[in-house]
């Protein structure tokens, strides 16, 4: 089945510095990648998704690549706020007739200090 | 603008005993599918529901079991619960396949005593 890994497990920025947080998939079928971001004890927030048609995508400071060859996918934070700090979550499909079934990373714990 | 809604917010049980938990999708959306997320880790896929048909199941045992009724709520199931089932269950709401985007619901907290 399709494995996600993510990196860092955290990351610590000044305010204002850019996050970047990294993604590998396993299943070459996978064809959808969003992130999420989820504040302490809520739910898991779409923040921006990628389809395997688009190389990049951008969303005012929020950004993420995709590279299919690879197999990776990545979520670019520019002028980080205190209020970014959260953990982030990238997740992939499941290919083939594997309906509805998103594998997600362990998760990124960003801190950004005032 | 109603978002996918889920009830209890919270739930207590002891070992061996059995828990239902319910979710409603966003409106026009027809599929629904559960999470499980424990503490410090990402949610891990149970089921999804379409139409009413299971379409995809997780890595999870028998003792879990979910459903899917005409109005597109659903219910998960879990029977004999054990310490290790006590997480943040959460429901995913999407118009239809695969590929489409997935809101989250609120999640209901189980502790399992």
């Known amino acids: 089945g399709e494995n996600v890994e993510q990196h860092p497990s955290t990351l610590s920025v000044q305010e204002g510095d850019s996050a970047v947080i990294k993604c590998t998939y396993s299943?070459?079928?996978?064809?959808?990648f969003p992130w999420y971001k989820q504040e302490l004890g809520k739910r898991p927030q779409l923040i921006i998704d990628?389809?395997?048609?688009?190389g990049e995508k951008k969303d005012q400071r929020i950004a993420v690549t995709l590279n299919k060859t690879a197999k990776h996918f990545s979520l670019h934070i520019t002028e980080t706020q205190p209020e970014d700090s959260a953990v982030y979550f990238c997740?992939?499909?499941?290919?083939?007739?594997?309906?509805?079934?998103?594998?997600f990373g362990q998760g990124t714990i960003l801190t950004v200090h005032p | 603008d109603a978002g996918v809604t889920q009830s209890p917010t919270h739930l207590i049980k002891t070992r061996g005993q059995h828990v239902t938990l319910r979710c409603s999708p966003i409106?026009?959306?027809?599929?629904v599918s559960w999470y499980q997320q424990v503490l410090g880790q990402g949610p891990q896929f149970i089921f999804q529901?379409?139409?009413?048909?299971?379409?995809g199941r997780g890595n999870f045992p028998d003792r879990f079991s979910a459903r899917q009724f005409p109005n597109y709520s659903s219910e998960l199931n879990v029977n004999a619960l054990l310490l290790g089932d006590s997480a943040l269950y959460l429901c995913?709401?999407?118009?239809?396949?695969?590929?489409?985007?997935?809101?989250f619901g609120p999640g209901t907290r189980l502790t399992v005593l």
């Open positions: 990628i389809r395997s048609n688009v």
């Open positions: 299943d070459s079928a996978s064809n959808y």
């Open positions: 529901y379409y139409e009413k048909e299971e379409r």
């Open positions: 995913a709401s999407s118009l239809e396949s695969a590929a489409d985007t997935q809101y």
């Open positions: 409106s026009g959306h027809k599929s």
């Open positions: 997740a992939a499909n499941a290919g083939g007739t594997s309906y509805g079934k998103l594998t």
